[in-house]
């Protein structure tokens, strides 16, 4: 007996949706799409979703509307999750209501702790974390989470409110970054992950596991560099050669906007906050003294899917 799911998940940046085909405890892609909606833009400092970031996001959930109705989904085997941006908004529950009459999609909000823990079960479909600790973090666009944990379980997990599109507000004033925003940009990620090292000292995480979004361009600008070609979409574990992160981090620093968009790899939507997304990467690499960086391209959706397949 199979039955199709659709899982939405709503980041601040970029809305993804994935319909599948469940059998049994697996699962067939039908349908994968991400769109931006850049639903933080102009308000995620002020808590609040814009009234144009509000007709983006609601542009883009009917498409998605479109795509569940011709897959035949039921709304019950709809799920669409909201993320940091609508999770902190004072405008929250306007913003979903709106969606609700205007889309049928019904919002989930969750809050940092079951987003993080959708991340590891997607990250564990995905990668071979193998017995030993790994430091698994997923870059939002407002919210970043950290998991420490292997292949079997969880040991430790946090959502920060420290997301690319709010660090970008924040710091990025001038574009090459300028040495001083960057400084302040590392004084401001010593300040704010404060629990993140305690963790690290506990649980000593022997390799850094990122998952998509930044990661899976990181990987995108290697695998042209090293080989010419782009990576297999069926592939879902990667490694990520600690070597060329550094490469791609010296182009990106040193680059200004149109010349980031020409690096191989590169795409418009991650061409700006991938700069303070490569810093944060940086700081946890150096202060964390991890020399391997493995990169899984499912995240939250892909979590929420391992959670109804295990149902």
């Known amino acids: 007996m199979s039955t199709r799911l659709g899982i939405i998940d709503l980041g601040t940046n970029t809305f993804h949706?994935?319909?599948?085909?469940?059998?049994?405890?697996?699962?067939?892609?039908?349908?994968?799409?991400?769109?931006?909606?850049?639903?933080?833009?102009?308000?995620?400092?002020?808590?609040?979703?814009?009234?144009?970031?509000?007709?983006?996001?609601?542009?883009?959930?009917?498409?998605?509307?479109?795509?569940?109705?011709?897959?035949?989904?039921?709304?019950?085997?709809?799920?669409?999750?909201?993320?940091?941006?609508?999770?902190?908004?004072?405008?929250?529950?306007?913003?979903?209501?709106?969606?609700?009459?205007?889309?049928?999609?019904?919002?989930?909000?969750?809050?940092?702790?079951?987003?993080?823990?959708?991340?590891?079960y997607g990250v564990r479909r995905a990668a071979d974390l193998g017995d030993s600790n790994s430091l698994i973090m997923d870059i939002g666009g407002g919210s970043v989470e950290f998991i420490i944990g292997n292949k079997s379980q969880i040991f430790w997990k946090q959502s920060f409110e420290i997301g690319g599109q709010r660090l970008m507000e924040k710091f990025m004033r001038k574009d090459p970054l300028s040495q001083a925003d960057r400084k302040n940009?590392?004084?401001?990620?010593?300040?704010?992950?404060?629990?993140?090292?305690?963790?690290?000292?506990?649980?000593?995480?022997?390799?850094?596991?990122?998952?998509?979004?930044?990661?899976?361009?990181?990987?995108d600008i290697d695998f042209h560099h090293r080989t010419k070609s782009w990576p297999s979409k069926n592939q879902t574990d990667f490694d990520l050669p600690i070597d060329e992160f550094y490469r791609t981090y010296a182009l990106v620093l040193s680059a200004n906007h149109d010349e980031r968009m020409r690096i191989p790899g590169m795409i418009e939507l991650r061409v700006d906050m991938i700069v303070v997304a490569v810093c944060l990467i940086d700081y946890v690499l150096k202060s964390f003294g991890i020399k391997q960086i493995q990169v899984s391209s499912y995240a939250l959706k892909e979590g929420v899917l391992a959670q109804l397949l295990a149902r």
Do not use: M
């Open 185 to 219: 940009l590392y004084n401001y990620f010593e300040e704010n992950l404060i629990p993140l090292w305690n963790a690290v000292h506990q649980y000593a995480p022997v390799k850094l596991v990122g998952s998509s979004g930044t990661f899976d361009t990181l990987v």
């Open 17 to 120: 949706l994935l319909i599948v085909e469940k059998q049994g405890s697996d699962f067939t892609t039908l349908f994968h799409e991400s769109r931006p909606a850049r639903i933080g833009l102009g308000g995620i400092n002020k808590k609040l979703i814009t009234a144009e970031a509000t007709e983006r996001a609601i542009d883009v959930l009917l498409f998605f509307r479109e795509k569940l109705n011709s897959y035949e989904i039921s709304s019950d085997n709809t799920f669409a999750f909201g993320t940091s941006a609508i999770r902190n908004a004072d405008n929250q529950a306007a913003f979903c209501e709106e969606v609700l009459t205007k889309t049928g999609i019904q919002i989930n909000v969750i809050d940092g702790n079951r987003e993080a823990e959708y991340i590891y």
